[in-house]
């Protein structure tokens, strides 16, 4: 669970800043990393995209709430 909230909050975060790119031609984690090639910048664009793919999973895990119907159908 706190895995899918890091996750979230990363791909968020990803989504904010290519929206950025896209509307102001700002990329803000090179401007924060000295550049995008920096290994830092690097390092953060591949944490976004790993949680971006962490998420994917996210959209076929049954929800809480259909897990407690079905315990209480029972």
Do not use: H, K, Q
Request: hydrophobic share 60%; charged share 20%; proline share 1%.
């Amino acid at each position: 669970m706190i895995m899918d909230r890091i996750a979230l909050v990363l791909a968020i975060i990803g989504g904010l800043n290519w929206g950025s790119v896209g509307i102001f031609r700002f990329d803000l984690v090179a401007w924060i990393c000295g550049g995008a090639e920096t290994m830092l910048a690097r390092v953060i664009y591949t944490l976004v995209g790993l949680a971006a793919v962490w998420c994917v999973s996210l959209l076929f895990r049954p929800a809480l709430d259909e897990i407690n119907d079905r315990d209480l159908d029972r």
